[in-house]
């Protein structure tokens, strides 16, 4: 494994090298990046089974998923409650389970509660949007609003985040199917990221209510041949989602195969590549493809080098942390840490620390009071605080 990440690393030289100039290849990230000094982590919430996002109230108190299908809510002085009943059955295979949790933008007047989560079974099932209204510990009302089309075998690459933008309309990143050997239409599943007329290997733009956008790229030109709720596409799986209140930037970490993962700037229209175009390599050591970039798509900000399998991210613009204001902080699952990824004035990355966490990082949020919190994905899973050191 390790000379295969050698010559991974060897064929991408050239991308560190010219990282600063314009026009240039991405930077290539290793696990070997400084440590980020003067930010500890410490413990607010604990004993929560796999947890996969959190959610806060508007009065300081949070929501969590559970991946086996339960949602809890957080005390202000992180206590877990008990399950709150009403929740949507989900299926629980491999990745698959209850997943993202978002607020409706106007929830303190509406108590709706949106939740992503697979269905189906584990030969047969599509990552779904629900809904709800939340009152007291129960959801009711409870309806699905959107599942993707088109069933998958296996039980890997929902996807699954979610985004309100500042129209009121909802992001939601749904996973490319799988790796090979899972096939659809007698292709690799993986190569519906680029079909448009699939949910596959995208990210939608949908109405409060799980309805198409009518200024979606595939609404506004029919000859693209998109599903009207396909905002982007050649995605791999997308486990990072979040736009920056400063700049209205919107931004996404996804998974590569091994290698590969990707900090991404998103926009309505673009494709990002996958599987045509990608710095990852297959499982088995064998290249995806040769082609690192190509006219047309669009290229990461950076890649990581061995994966850091990235889940969770948040542009820090706060006053409780100065000194992070303005930086990307992207959760790692497989490298156990934190990345804060600081920009140069043209948007390009200047440079990236860590400050390890030494469990599966799979959730960063800021409550409202500008507190950032960090969910772990374990069997007894917790939240942290970050603060100054």
Request: net charge positive; glycine share 12%; aromatic share 6%.
């Amino acid at each position: 494994m390790r000379a295969i990440i050698i010559a991974v690393l060897a064929a991408t030289a050239t991308a560190t090298a010219t990282m600063a100039q314009p026009g240039a290849a991405p930077p290539v990230v290793s696990w070997e990046v400084p440590a980020e000094p003067g930010i500890v982590a410490r413990p607010w919430a604990a004993g929560l089974e796999n947890p996969w996002s959190i959610a806060f109230l508007p009065d300081g108190r949070a929501l969590v998923t559970e991946r086996p299908g339960r949602l809890r809510i957080i005390s202000r002085d992180g206590r877990v409650g008990p399950p709150v009943a009403g929740v949507p059955k989900v299926l629980v295979a491999g990745q698959g389970g209850l997943l993202d949790v978002a607020l409706h933008p106007d929830f303190a007047r509406n108590g709706l509660v949106y939740l992503t989560h697979a269905v189906g079974t584990p030969t047969a099932n599509m990552t779904a949007l629900s809904r709800g209204r939340l009152s007291g510990n129960m959801l009711t009302d409870v309806k699905e609003l959107f599942r993707n089309p088109t069933p998958k075998n296996g039980g890997a690459h929902f996807g699954s985040r979610l985004l309100w933008l500042p129209d009121g309309t909802l992001l939601m990143s749904v996973g490319d199917g799988g790796n090979p050997p899972f096939r659809l239409d007698g292709k690799f599943i993986r190569e519906q990221a680029q079909n448009g007329k699939t949910c596959f290997g995208k990210v939608l733009r949908v109405t409060a209510d799980g309805l198409p956008v009518r200024s979606n790229p595939g609404v506004l030109n029919p000859k693209l041949g998109w599903d009207s709720r396909v905002w982007s596409i050649g995605h791999r799986n997308i486990q990072g989602l979040t736009r920056d209140a400063a700049t209205g930037t919107i931004w996404a970490t996804e998974h590569g195969a091994r290698g590969g993962d990707e900090l991404n700037r998103l926009a309505a229209g673009g494709n990002h590549g996958w599987p045509i175009v990608t710095y990852s390599i297959e499982y088995s050591g064998k290249p995806i493809t040769s082609e690192r970039s190509r006219p047309g798509f669009r290229d990461p900000v950076s890649v990581w080098v061995p994966s850091i399998a990235p889940s969770g991210l948040l542009v820090y613009r706060g006053k409780a942390l100065p000194a992070l204001n303005g930086v990307i902080l992207a959760g790692g699952l497989a490298s156990g840490d934190i990345r804060f990824i600081r920009l140069r004035a043209d948007g390009r990355p200047a440079t990236e620390t860590r400050l390890p966490i030494e469990a599966r990082v799979r959730d960063i949020r800021m409550s409202p009071e500008g507190i950032v919190h960090v969910l772990t994905d374990e069997p007894e899973g917790r939240i942290l605080r970050l603060a100054a050191e």
